[in-house]
């Protein structure tokens, strides 16, 4: 029997860069994602986002503006 393998793409958004190379890492260990795009604000989440289209976008709720960001991010 086969196996179809789809991965996810995946956008970061956090505005503290340790903690993004970090995610990278471990998501980038997983063989069902690829980070495609990182952003550390939410502007510039917005362009990455029209151009990459990611299937999944992780974002820090914590993070600034963030929350208020939400309902435009949808």
Known sequence: L???HIMKTLML??????????WKIMLEGNSNYQVIAEAADVATALDKLKTYQ???LLCDIFFRYCRLAIPVLR
């Open 54 to 56: 990611p299937d999944i």
């Open 2 to 4: 086969y196996s179809i």
């Open 13 to 22: 958004l956090e505005d503290q860069l340790l903690l993004r190379e970090t």
